[in-house]
């Protein structure tokens, strides 16, 4: 390929891939890594064969992609350009779907979505797709992630070069304080003062790193991303870098993620051959280069400090603050540190303008926010929506609702950090504050949905006990509480709890929650403290050896909600 | 670092260093910042750390047998003793574990005759929790090295095992 030597370049480059573009070829996208799980690589094997089995390569194409979303009805396809949506495809049906559809364009029922008896074709149909809009997903399941081509088509780099062509360093952080983006990694703060704080920083050597640790439990959003659009989050690091002055790179990725490290590691490989990696990117003074480091297993390691640590080669221990890796963080250099879909949003800002940007979500919190729906729900999944969406839409008209005869009984927002969202809240708008508000937090968006079988206080224990584990035992208040929150809460859930457990708990849980070193035991006490807050009943019927599941959730004594 | 922790050349270790060696020669120049990639390259070259790598990582890299030892027992990933053919990673993620995680977690304990964390006597599997390996949306979930296995049920983990 050759080096592209400046925005022109890469705007050609485009302008002959769309030439050679066809659109008339008919695209079958299937989702080759999370589906994989479900056999999705045979079914995209079956396709290729029957492909060259019936010389039918000048008419249709297969390709394997990221993401669809609708994980629920694992191994998904879409077929372009008609827009049909099949779900559950095994190697068996692929002869079915060259015959039938491709070649003769008719649809074969059971593929497709069907809700309470009604089969839905079409992909725009599809209640679950319907209402949500994919800004960060927005090349996710629809483009092969192994390509750079494909990835270009669809305006990548163009930010980039719009950013270094058209806007100084300056005018970049202006924008992206004016659009109102927050970081996706849990705390929310936001993005554009951060990258001006590192870009006022003093020192001539900067780093970027991107946090792809992911290790709440029920979240996905990231690998997704990862996986799917690994060079969206490249040019979100090359504009930050671009803006803060950094020429080095580094993502640091979990250990359990190997598609999104194969992914990557062609991504980043493809942008050096182009040059939109290396020196002098496309002709400017600006040079940046990234590095993969993969996590060894630790959840502490996605708290900021501790993963500058792991970097460096030592255990993954947080460390106090300040100084914030702003002003020291990487081998002491400035370093900004930013969530993985964090950085899929900026290359959004930067080419549509924050004013575009800030006209989605609400009040405080702009753009959307992408949720992992998984528990007691119908169409688990990957979903983005719009900040400010109810908790209801998402989980009953996206999600479909709960699964048998049950019922609705609390959503689980914000994994070992957050909180249990009850019945009560689920008209609820979801922003950062006002998930905060009623005792959960956004997180980085595992959102896990709970019928009325589940034990709340079991739910409580089962963090309580990650929390422990993972606890990096720097720290007294996180060592030692953690492990007595965690004695207490599995004394009750064995029915030996005792009166006074349940004032002990909260003692503990303030403690831990002021006195902790980092963010894992400030927020360990979390889910405890909302399950006491909504479900206090249950509680007390373990303490009453009374059988908890029994228990309606309680609540006369809710604090109202600001909404 | 001291010359007695170093292997002796008259293979009195039964472990062939040639691996871990040539592993260590990529890194002439190392920094503090190599350990972990180089321990994770050693982990998957001898499905574990040797003792007699640690002291050959030591010799190359200068950096202090206690700091190895240190970050070798921090993180999960890394095991000291061997470990089996096939590592088992059964996820106890929040989706899996209101799924029935722990239904699928006593099944293979049982089938397997070993706890978790440990390894069968044959060194053919090693069984370990893992808390989400990002598929929640297949709950439950286990992965049998890269391989993915989702929507199980107990008697679907255990069959699952045959294929290896
Ligand atoms: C225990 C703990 C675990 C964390 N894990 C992650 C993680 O997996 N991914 C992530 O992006 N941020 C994680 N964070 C937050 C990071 O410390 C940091 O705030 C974030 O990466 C900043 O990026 P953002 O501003 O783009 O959100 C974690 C924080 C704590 C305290
Ligand atoms: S909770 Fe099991 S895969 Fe996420």
Not at chain 1, 391 to 401: C, H, T
Not at chain 1, 514 to 521: E, Q
Not at chain 2, 118 to 135: L, N
Request: hydrophobic content about 35%.
């Amino acid at each position: 390929m050759k080096h592209l030597k400046s925005p022109e370049d890469l705007h050609k480059l485009r302008k002959s891939l769309e030439s050679k573009h066809r659109p008339d070829k008919v695209r079958i996208l299937i989702c080759t890594t999370g589906c994989r799980a479900l056999g999705a690589e045979e079914v995209y094997k079956a396709f290729k064969a029957e492909i060259a089995k019936q010389s039918l390569a000048d008419k249709v194409e297969i390709v394997d992609t990221g993401c669809q979303g609708l994980c629920a009805r694992a191994p998904v396809l879409t077929i372009e350009p008609m827009g049909i949506f099949y779900g559950r495809v095994l190697e068996t049906d692929v002869p079915d779907i060259i015959a039938k559809t491709v070649l003769k364009g008719e649809i074969i029922e059971r593929l497709c979505y069907a809700e309470a008896g009604k089969r839905t074709p079409y992909i725009k149909d599809v209640p679950f797709y319907n209402k949500q809009k994919k800004i960060v997903l927005r090349n996710c399941g629809s483009i092969n992630p192994k390509s750079i081509e494909e990835y270009i088509l669809r305006d990548g780099y163009a930010a980039i070069s719009k950013a270094l062509s058209t806007m100084t360093p300056d005018i970049v952080v202006a924008e992206m304080k004016n659009s109102g983006l927050r970081g996706r990694g849990g705390a929310g703060f936001p993005t554009g003062n951060k990258w001006e704080f590192v870009k006022n920083a003093t020192g001539d050597i900067k780093y970027l790193i991107c946090n792809g640790d992911e290790g709440d439990p029920g979240a996905f959003m990231d690998r997704a991303v990862l996986e799917g659009d690994p060079h969206s989050v490249l040019e979100g690091m090359l504009i930050g870098a671009y803006a803060i002055g950094a020429r080095k790179g580094i993502i640091y990725v979990r250990a359990e993620y190997p598609i999104a490290v194969e992914h990557l590691t062609i991504a980043i490989e493809q942008a050096k051959q182009l040059g939109l990696l290396g020196e002098n990117i496309l002709g400017s003074k600006f040079s940046f280069d990234v590095d993969i480091k993969m996590g060894a297993g630790a959840f502490v390691c996605g708290e900021e400090t501790a993963l500058i640590a792991s970097i460096e080669g030592k255990r993954g221990m947080p460390r106090p603050r300040p100084p914030f890796p702003a002003t020291s963080g990487l081998w002491g250099k400035p370093t900004n540190i930013n969530n993985v879909e964090t950085l899929a949003n900026v290359p959004i800002v930067i080419l549509q303008g924050s004013e575009y940007y800030k006209s989605i979500g609400t009040g405080s919190s702009k753009g959307t926010k992408i949720f992992a729906l998984a528990g007691n729900v119908k169409n688990t999944g990957l979903v983005e929506v719009p900040m400010g969406t109810t908790l209801r839409e998402i989980v009953f008209d996206i999600g479909g609702g709960i699964p048998g005869k049950k019922q609705f009984k609390a959503a689980q927002m914000g994994g070992p950090s957050g909180g249990c969202v009850p019945a009560q809240h689920l008209d609820l708008p979801i922003d950062y504050e006002t998930v905060k508000e009623v005792g959960a937090i956004m997180g980085s968006g595992g959102l896990i949905v709970m019928d009325d079988t589940a034990s709340m206080v079991e739910i409580a224990r089962y963090f309580m006990e990650f929390c422990q584990d993972e606890s990096c035992g720097k720290c007294v208040p996180c060592r030692v509480g953690t492990k007595r929150m965690l004695d207490i809460l599995t004394r009750i859930t064995e029915g030996k709890g005792e009166k006074e457990d349940l004032g002990l708990l909260k003692e503990l849980a303030e403690v831990t929650k002021t006195a902790s070193l980092c963010g894992l035991g400030q927020t360990a006490a979390n889910p405890v403290l909302s399950t006491i807050r909504y479900y206090l009943n249950e509680y007390e019927a373990l303490i009453n050896k009374k059988d908890a599941q029994a228990a309606p959730a309680q609540s006369a004594q809710l604090p109202q909600s600001a909404k | 670092m001291h010359k007695s922790v170093t292997v002796n050349k008259e293979g009195t270790s039964d472990v062939d260093l040639a691996k871990c060696r040539a592993i260590l020669s990529k890194y002439n120049r190392s920094t503090p910042s190599d350990l972990i990639p180089i321990l994770q390259q050693i982990q998957d070259a001898y499905g574990y750390v040797p003792q007699t790598a640690l002291s050959e990582i030591t010799a190359g890299t200068r950096i202090p047998l206690s700091k190895i030892y240190g970050v070798v027992t921090f993180y999960s990933q890394f095991s000291l003793v061997p470990r089996g053919k096939h590592t088992i990673k059964v996820c106890t993620g929040t989706a899996c574990h209101i799924k029935g995680a722990t239904d699928i977690k006593k099944k293979l304990t049982e089938a397997l005759q070993i706890h978790e964390g440990e390894t069968t006597k044959d060194f053919k599997f090693t069984y370990e929790p893992v808390a989400c390996v990002g598929t929640c949306f297949l709950a439950p979930v286990m992965m049998i090295d890269n391989r993915y296995y989702g929507k199980l049920t107990a008697d679907k983990a255990e069959a699952t095992l045959k294929n290896y």
